[in-house]
Nanobody, 125 residues
């Protein structure tokens, strides 16, 4: 199993980005998958998740600004980031777990089986 993120960049506040997580070794649409963010010196926190049934969940800090989605034909997970703020700066990681549904425990890092290497997003004011 391999997860490879891309799309990180340096942008101005108010800008937008789309992050991608290309998955190999299993089917994205049949798993709970999530995006996490880790700011320098801080813990990794859950940003958004999407289950095999397509139901998305978001952290309060990004709801209404970020959108998580799956592209089944490409076996890829996406995160669209808009109205970016300096506090959105960090390394973004995608993760997957061997479970069809995401439950209320989705923000916990310990429930995920696989992780990508991360892609850096830097938002300047």
């Amino acid at each position: 199993v391999q997860l490879v993120e891309s799309g990180g960049d340096s942008v101005q506040a108010g800008g937008s980005l789309t992050l991608s997580c290309k998955v190999s070794g299993y089917t994205v649409s049949r798993s709970c998958m999530a995006w996490f963010r880790q700011a320098p010196g801080k813990a990794r926190v859950g940003v958004a998740s999407i289950g095999g049934q397509g139901v998305a969940r978001y952290a309060d800090s990004v709801r209404g600004r970020f959108t998580i989605s799956q592209a089944n034909a490409e076996n890829t997970l996406y995160l669209y980031l808009s109205s970016l703020k300096p506090e959105d700066t960090g390394m973004y990681y995608c993760a997957s777990r061997s479970k069809f549904f995401c439950d209320s425990g989705w923000p916990r890092t310990g429930v995920y089986n696989y992780w990508g290497q991360g892609t850096q997003v830097t938002v300047s004011s």
